[in-house]
C-alpha cells in the first residue's frame, strides 16, 4: 500500500509543482489590468526584482518575529490555550464578517449581466411567464444556471424577488464561514493554530473577496457549500461516520446547484476518496465514492423533474459543452478565451438544434486545433495570454464589475473613493504583490511535501487547483473564475512559508546533520526534478518565443487610465457629432436619429456627482429605456420628461477628439444596420461608438 500511496502522491506532485512553477513566473513578470467598460485585457510588466524582494522581506519579518520574545509568546499561547485560540479566531471571523457586511450596505449596487438576467428569470418563473423555457430563452440556453434561478425564486418567495440586498447578506456569511472552514481543515490536517489564525489574518486584508460580496451570484454561496463538502470527507476519511458522508455529498450536491464550476472540487473528492479506498482497503470508501456518484446525478435530474412537474414543460438539452470549449480556444475582444459571443452564434445558427449546434462547435475546436498546429508561435502566444489574463490578475475583476454600477441609492462618496482609477491602480499593486507572495507560498509547500507522506488529504487542494487550471485552458477564462482556487492556495501558502522559515532556522543553528539533510532530499527529489524542469521548459519557451505578449500593453495601459482620470469637460450647450458623420438630433415626433443635413439639435450637457446629464432646453433627458424596466429593447434610447435626473452617462475619451458616452458598461452608438440610435457594449476601434462634442453657444 506504501507504494500506491506513494504513486498517488507523486502524481499530484508532477502536475501541480510546474502549474504553481509558471503561475509564480507568470505573477513575477506580468500583472494584467481590465479595462472598465469594454472588459478589454491588457498585459504590463512586472517588476521581478520586487517581487522577489516582496518575497525575502516576509521571510525576514517572520524570522526576526520568531525571534522576538512578545511574539513567541503569542504564538505559544494560541498553539496551547484552546480558549484564548478560539477568542482570536472568533474575533477575526467577526471583523470579515462586518468588514463585508459594511461594504454591502454602504455599496447595495444593483446586478447586471447575467446576474439580472437569473433574478429577472426568478421572477418570470413566479407569475407563470414561461417562455424563458423556450428554445433561444436565457435559462435554455443556460441550463447550468437553473439551480441557481430556483434558488433565487424560493429567496424571492420569503423575502420578496429583486430584493438583490438579502443575497448579498448571505454572500457576507458565506465568505465568513468559508474562511471558518478553512481554519477547521487546518486543524484536520493537523497543522498549528497559528496557521488557522494566519489563514483568517489573510482572508482579512484580502478585500477583492469582500468587494464582490455585492456579487448577487452563485459564486460565494457554492465555495461555502463545497468548502464544507471538502471539510466533512477529510473528516470522514479519518473516522467513518455516515452522517459524515451524508453532509458531504449534500454540501458538493448544493455548490455544484448553484455554480457548476464547482464540479472540479467534485472530481477532486472522487479522486481521493478513491485512493482512501484503495490505500486503506476499507469499504466506506467504496459506498461514500458511490453515494457522491448518486448525488451528483440527483442535482442534476431534480431541478428539471421540478420545473416539468410545475410547468409541465420538457425543457431542451439547451447549448452544448462544446460551445465552451470553442469559445475557450478562440480570440475575443476582450481577451484569447473570453467570452466573445460565439456560444450564441453557433447555437441561433444551428436553430436551437443541440446535435447541429455541438457539431458546429465541433468544427470550431478542430479549426482552432489546426491553426495552433499551424503556427506554434500563435499557439504560445494565445496560452500565454490566456494563462495570464485568468491567474495574473489580482483584483480578479473586483474593480471592473462594480465600476460605474448603478446602485440602489445615491453612491457615498467613500464608494466612489475606493473604486476610483487612482484607488484602483494603488490597490492593484498593493494586491499584485499580496497574490505573488501567496503563489509563492503555496509553491513552498508543495516543493517541501514528501511524496511518501501517509497524509494524502492534504493534496486534495492542490489536485483542486490542478484541475481547475487544466479544464480552464480548454474552457471560457475570466479572472473572476480563478479566485476559488487562489482562495484554497492561502492555507498552502502559510504552511509553505512556516517550512520554509523552519528549514532557515534549523539550518542557521546547526540542528541538521549531513545525513539528515540528506534524507531530506532524498524524500524530495521528485519535487526538485518537476521544478528544475519546469525551470528549463519556461527557458526553452522564452528563448524560442518569448513572453512579450504578456508585456506590451504600458501605452494603451496609460491611455485608459488618462480617459478614466479625465475631469468630465461639460457643462453647457452642445451639439453630438458621430464620428461616422451625421450630428445627434431629436426629431419633431421625439425620436433620436442621426441626421446628414442641418446642424442637429442642441443639448445641455451638465455635470453632477461624476455622472453627465444630456438634456434638451425643454427638459427632457437622454435616458435609457431599461430604467423604466422594460425587458423588449433594453438597449433603446429614449428622450423622457420625467422629473427624476438620470445622470448615469459618462464621458469616456478615446483620444483627444473623439469619445464615448457610457451607461454602466455600454456605449451609446449608431446601428451600423439600420442606423437606429441605441446601446451597445462598449468595444474598441468602433467608430459607431465615438463622439465629438461641438460648443454651440
Known amino acids: 500500500m506504501k507504494t500506491i500511496n506513494r504513486l498517488y502522491n507523486s502524481v499530484i506532485l508532477i502536475f501541480a509543482i510546474p502549474i504553481l512553477t509558471v503561475l509564480v513566473f507568470f505573477n513575477a513578470i506580468n500583472t494584467c489590468y481590465v479595462e472598465s467598460g469594454s472588459e478589454h485585457t491588457m498585459y504590463l510588466p512586472d517588476s521581478i526584482i520586487g517581487n522577489l524582494a516582496a518575497v525575502i522581506i516576509l521571510l525576514a519579518i517572520m524570522l526576526l518575529a520568531r525571534n522576538n520574545r512578545f511574539f513567541h509568546s503569542l504564538v505559544e499561547r494560541i498553539n496551547s490555550d484552546e480558549k484564548f485560540y478560539l477568542r482570536i479566531r472568533n474575533l477575526i471571523l467577526s471583523a470579515i464578517f462586518l468588514f463585508c457586511f459594511l461594504w454591502v450596505v454602504s455599496s447595495q449596487f444593483i446586478p447586471s449581466g447575467d446576474q439580472i438576467a437569473v433574478q429577472n428569470s426568478a421572477f418570470l418563473f413566479e407569475i407563470g411567464q414561461y417562455d424563458l423555457f423556450s428554445p433561444g430563452a436565457y435559462i435554455e440556453r443556460y441550463q447550468n444556471q437553473l439551480g441557481l434561478m430556483l434558488f433565487s425564486w424560493a429567496l424571492g418567495k420569503v423575502f420578496g424577488f429583486h430584493n438583490y440586498l438579502v443575497f448579498q447578506l448571505l454572500n457576507c456569511i458565506a465568505v465568513t464561514v468559508v474562511f471558518f472552514e478553512l481554519t477547521r481543515i487546518c486543524r484536520l490536517f493537523h497543522w498549528s493554530r497559528m496557521t488557522a489564525v494566519g489563514i483568517l ?96 446525478c440527483l ?80 499557439a504560445v502566444s494565445f496560452f500565454e495570454r490566456k494563462v495570464a489574463s485568468m491567474w495574473s490578475s489580482p483584483t480578479f475583476l473586483s474593480y471592473f464589475i462594480f465600476k460605474n454600477r448603478e446602485c440602489v441609492h445615491e453612491q457615498s462618496g467613500l464608494v466612489q473613493a475606493f473604486l476610483s482609477m487612482g484607488s484602483e491602480i494603488k490597490c492593484t499593486a498593493y494586491l499584485n504583490s499580496f497574490c505573488f507572495l501567496i503563489y509563492v507560498g ?36 475570466k479572472a473572476l473564475y480563478a479566485l476559488p482556487y487562489f482562495l484554497i492556495l492561502i492555507p498552502c501558502s502559510i504552511k509553505g512559508y512556516s517550512l520554509v522559515v523552519n528549514g532557515i ?85 421625439g425620436e433620436l436619429v442621426l441626421s446628414l443635413r442641418g446642424q442637429g439639435t442642441s443639448f445641455s450637457m451638465r455635470g453632477y456627482n461624476d455622472g453627465q446629464i444630456i438634456r434638451t432646453s425643454d427638459y427632457k433627458y437622454l435616458t435609457p429605456v431599461s430604467e423604466y424596466g422594460s425587458t423588449d429593447r433594453d438597449d433603446e434610447i429614449i428622450m423622457s420628461s420625467d422629473t427624476r435626473p438620470f445622470h448615469n452617462w459618462r464621458i469616456q475619451y478615446m483620444d483627444d477628439e473623439f469619445f464615448r ?14 442606423g437606429e440610435i441605441r446601446l451597445c457594449r462598449a468595444e474598441r476601434n468602433k467608430d459607431n461608438q465615438l463622439w465629438r462634442a461641438i460648443r454651440t453657444e
Not at 479522486?271 to 486503506?280: E, F, L, R, T
Not at 473570453?338 to 450564441?344: E, I, K, R, S, T
Not at 446535435?355 to 506554434?376: G, P, R
Not at 488529504?457 to 485552458?473: K, N, P, S, Y
Request: proline share 3%; glycine share 8%.
Open 442 to 477: 503555496a509553491l513552498f509547500c508543495i516543493l517541501l511535501y514528501p511524496s511518501s507522506s501517509e497524509s494524502h488529504e492534504e493534496l486534495l487542494f492542490f489536485m483542486i487547483v490542478t484541475g481547475g487550471f487544466l479544464f480552464h485552458l480548454g474552457w471560457e477564462v
Open 661 to 674: 458616452i457610457r451607461y454602466k458598461n455600454l456605449a451609446l452608438a449608431v446601428d451600423e444596420n439600420s
Open 505 to 589: 532556522e534549523q539550518f542557521i543553528g546547526g540542528k541538521v546533520n549531513s545525513a539528515e539533510r540528506r534524507a531530506l532530499f532524498k524524500a524530495r527529489r521528485l519535487n526538485a526534478a518537476a521544478f528544475c524542469f519546469t525551470c528549463l521548459a519556461l527557458l526553452l519557451i522564452g528563448v524560442r518565443y518569448g513572453f512579450h505578449w504578456l508585456q506590451t500593453d504600458h501605452e494603451m495601459f496609460e491611455t485608459y487610465v488618462q480617459n478614466e482620470t479625465r475631469p468630465h469637460p461639460f457643462t453647457g450647450e452642445y451639439r453630438l457629432l458621430s464620428k461616422t458623420g451625421g450630428s445627434l438630433t431629436l426629431t419633431d415626433k
Open 201 to 296: 489574518i489573510v482572508g482579512a486584508v484580502f478585500f477583492p473577496l469582500i468587494i464582490l460580496c455585492s456579487f448577487v451570484y452563485g459564486n460565494w454561496l457554492g465555495l461555502m457549500f463545497a468548502i464544507i463538502a471538502v471539510r466533512t470527507e477529510v473528516e470522514f476519511l479519518h473516522k467513518f461516520r455516515f452522517w459524515k458522508a451524508l453532509s458531504a455529498v449534500i454540501s458538493i450536491s448544493l455548490a455544484i446547484l448553484l455554480k457548476s464550476n464547482y464540479l472540479i472540487f467534485f472530481i477532486g473528492m472522487v479522486i481521493v476518496a478513491v485512493a482512501d479506498c484503495v490505500i486503506q482497503k476499507k469499504p466506506q470508501g467504496c459506498f461514500f465514492v458511490l453515494l457522491l456518484l448518486a448525488g451528483y
Open 299 to 378: 442535482q442534476s435530474i431534480m431541478p428539471k423533474a421540478f420545473v416539468r412537474v410545475t410547468t409541465g414543460i420538457e425543457l431542451n438539452q439547451g447549448e452544448p459543452i462544446y460551445n465552451w470549449i470553442a469559445m475557450g480556444l478562440s480570440e475575443g475582444e476582450r481577451g484569447p478565451g473570453w467570452y466573445n459571443g460565439l456560444n450564441h452564434i453557433l447555437y441561433e445558427r444551428s436553430n436551437f438544434d443541440t446535435s447541429e449546434c455541438a457539431e458546429m462547435a465541433k468544427y470550431e475546436i478542430n479549426h482552432s486545433i489546426q491553426a495552433f498546429h499551424t503556427d506554434h508561435q500563435f
